[in-house]
């Protein structure tokens, strides 16, 4: 039994290694194909990212090489300029011109601070009036409010000028 027996296994054993090498050869050599692929695809996008790197790196050479600071620097300078020139355009054009540059502008503020505190006033319900006699100095006071009605026509007249 053991010479035979030690054939006999021998045999079986070669014959099932032979067996799962057939059965695992297809799926061994696939997966190599796979792994292969996906190098070669990795190393072409490698080589297509390279070239992209290339391609972009001589087009900022040659842009580079276009401009000189010099160029910059004066295109700067003009920049500048036109900018001065228009705030200096904008200030004479925000200056008064004519009669409006007569005018102080405080003392238009006080004036038409004035004025509104008169509509203020006119717009105001006035209090009911008592029947008593009234003293001479209310009298005067009465007739204020019409000497400022006064006033404030005759001012318009002159802003009209």
């Known amino acids: 039994m053991s010479r035979l027996y030690k054939c006999w296994r021998r045999k079986s054993v070669f014959f099932r290694k032979k067996l799962l090498h057939k059965s695992k050869g297809p799926r061994i050599?696939?997966?190599?194909?796979?792994?292969?692929?996906?190098?070669?695809?990795?190393?072409?996008?490698?080589?297509?990212?390279?070239d992209a790197l290339r391609s972009g790196s001589s087009a900022v050479k040659a842009i580079h090489q276009s401009l000189s600071l010099d160029d910059?620097?004066?295109?700067?300078?003009?920049?500048?300029?036109?900018?001065?020139?228009?705030?200096?355009?904008?200030?004479?054009?925000?200056?008064?011109?004519?009669?409006?540059?007569?005018?102080?502008?405080?003392?238009?503020?006080?004036?038409?601070?004035?004025?509104?505190?008169?509509?203020?006033?006119n717009e105001l319900p006035e209090p009911p009036q008592q029947r008593t006699c009234m003293e001479p100095s209310a009298r005067a006071a009465t007739s204020q409010p019409a000497n400022d009605l006064a006033e404030v026509t005759k001012l318009q007249a002159e802003m009209a000028l």
């Open 29 to 50: 050599i696939q997966k190599l194909r796979t792994k292969m692929i996906i190098m070669l695809e990795n190393a072409k996008a490698t080589t297509d990212t390279v």
């Open 72 to 121: 910059i620097e004066n295109a700067i300078e003009e920049a500048n300029e036109h900018t001065e020139n228009m705030k200096q355009i904008q200030e004479l054009l925000a200056t008064p011109v004519g009669a409006s540059a007569d005018f102080d502008e405080d003392e238009l503020e006080a004036e038409l601070e004035d004025l509104e505190e008169e509509e203020l006033d």
